[in-house]
């Protein structure tokens, strides 16, 4: 009886530990061609908790349960500078070397930043989005995001999300909260909305050997204008949300966010992906619907740091 209950204490303590570990992944490229880097050292500033990067440039770092939500990573190879930077542990850690030159210093960022192209295949042709982490100059913000499309008409399509400090009671959670502004305007529809909400994603990221999608609730207000059968409608009243994120390890290196909304007599339902793309750059897919209005957009990125 003795050795099953030990059997059963130790099998308890190793899956308390591993749900304890977060993991880092992402890819070492040539800054100037883009190609990736094998058998570059990636290591946890500070200890020596490391791994090598593969063929393909990638690398995957389990490290111990931190209070926050960032880490700072060294990464080094002969023939190249050092770069160190924070990253997050949900979001994929992309770094780009420089060939070694005279100058023998290390190239030291601690923050960073997205920027690209919005097209919708709908409403909004055109369009443009910015994000920025990891900000010294702005400590109360963890990011910021911005969005907008239009048609260059009467069509427009706006949104800003703030991400405030990560909160972590116990056990490995992580709790990331959001406050996010959507605003857009259909002609064809006639129709016109907006929307303020506030969100938190609950997280352990791995339970085991199995790693687990983080949960997003939360609520906000919403007011909806739109012509039905030639009057104005107008509905108005608070909602709630709920929905999933999840990082998809490489060789796919997805990271999706699926999100539904009930506001007073009707569903949104909002989802995106992107991946990594020739180190710096990155492509993603954006989906929003609710009611008659369908959008979807494509993404092309690249990365800052």
Same mark, same amino acid.
């Given at each position: 009886?003795k050795?099953?209950?030990?059997?059963?204490?130790?099998?308890?303590?190793?899956?308390?530990?591993?749900?304890?570990?977060?993991?880092?992944?992402?890819?070492?490229?040539?800054?100037?061609?883009?190609?990736?880097?094998?058998?570059?050292?990636?290591?946890q500033?500070?200890?020596?908790?490391?791994?090598?990067?593969?063929?393909?440039?990638?690398?995957?770092?389990?490290?111990?349960?931190?209070?926050?939500?960032?880490?700072?990573?060294?990464?080094?190879?002969?023939?190249?500078?050092?770069?160190?930077? !924070?990253?997050?542990?949900?979001?994929?850690?992309?770094?780009?070397?420089?060939?070694?030159?005279?100058?023998?210093?290390?190239?030291s960022?601690?923050?960073g930043?997205?920027?690209?192209?919005?097209?919708?295949?709908?409403?909004?042709?055109?369009?443009?989005?910015?994000?920025?982490?990891?900000?010294?100059?702005?400590?109360?913000?963890? !990011?910021?995001?911005?969005?907008?499309?239009?048609?260059?008409?009467?069509?427009?399509?706006?949104?800003?999300?703030?991400?405030?400090?990560?909160?972590?009671?116990?056990?490995g959670?992580?709790?990331? /909260? !959001?406050?996010?502004?959507?605003?857009?305007?259909?002609?064809?529809?006639?129709?016109?909305?907006?929307?303020?909400s506030?969100?938190?994603?609950?997280?352990? %990221?791995?339970?085991?050997?199995?790693?687990?999608?983080?949960?997003?609730?939360?609520?906000?207000?919403?007011?909806?204008? /739109?012509?039905?059968n030639?009057?104005?409608?107008?509905?108005?009243?608070?909602?709630?949300?709920?929905?999933?994120?999840?990082?998809?390890? %490489?060789?796919?290196?997805?990271?999706?966010?699926?999100?539904?909304?009930?506001?007073?007599?009707?569903? !949104?339902?909002?989802?995106?992906?992107?991946?990594?793309?020739?180190?710096r750059?990155?492509?993603?897919?954006?989906?929003?619907?609710?009611?008659?209005?369908?959008?979807?957009?494509?993404?092309?990125?690249?990365?800052?740091?």
């Open positions: 009886m050795p099953i209950l030990l059997y059963l204490v130790l099998l308890l303590t190793t899956t308390s530990a591993l749900a304890q570990q977060r993991i880092v992944a992402g890819r070492v490229t040539d800054r100037s061609t883009g190609r990736p880097l094998q058998g570059c050292v990636v290591l500033l500070g200890t020596t908790n490391g791994v090598s990067t593969g063929a393909n440039g990638a690398f995957s770092l389990s490290v111990a349960p931190a209070a926050s939500d960032t880490l700072s990573l060294v990464v080094s190879m002969i023939g190249y500078l050092s770069q160190r930077r !924070q990253v997050q542990f949900y979001d994929s850690a992309n770094f780009g070397l420089s060939p070694a030159s005279k100058e023998l210093c290390d190239l960022i601690n923050w930043s997205e920027a690209g192209l919005l097209s919708g295949t709908r409403y909004a042709p055109v369009g443009a989005f910015v994000r920025v982490y990891h900000s010294r100059y702005i400590p109360l913000v963890s !990011q910021l995001q911005a969005s907008y499309q239009t048609n260059l008409h009467r069509n427009s399509a706006a949104f800003v999300q703030v991400g405030l400090p990560t909160l972590r009671p116990s056990y959670l992580t709790l990331n /909260e !959001q406050l996010s502004y959507q605003w857009l305007r259909a002609a064809p529809r006639n129709m016109r909305f907006q929307s303020y506030a969100n938190v994603r609950a997280s352990v %990221y791995r339970l085991g050997p199995v790693r687990v999608p983080g949960l997003i609730v939360g609520g906000g207000y919403a007011n909806l204008r /739109e012509s039905r030639g009057e104005q409608v107008e509905i108005t009243g608070f909602g709630y949300t709920v929905g999933l994120q999840h990082a998809v390890p %490489y060789p796919i290196g997805l990271w999706v966010n699926v999100t539904a909304t009930r506001w007073s007599g009707y569903w !949104q339902l909002q989802g995106s992906a992107k991946r990594s793309l020739f180190g750059f990155g492509a993603g897919i954006n989906y929003n619907q609710f009611r008659k209005y369908r959008e979807v957009s494509f993404a092309l990125f690249r990365y800052f740091y």
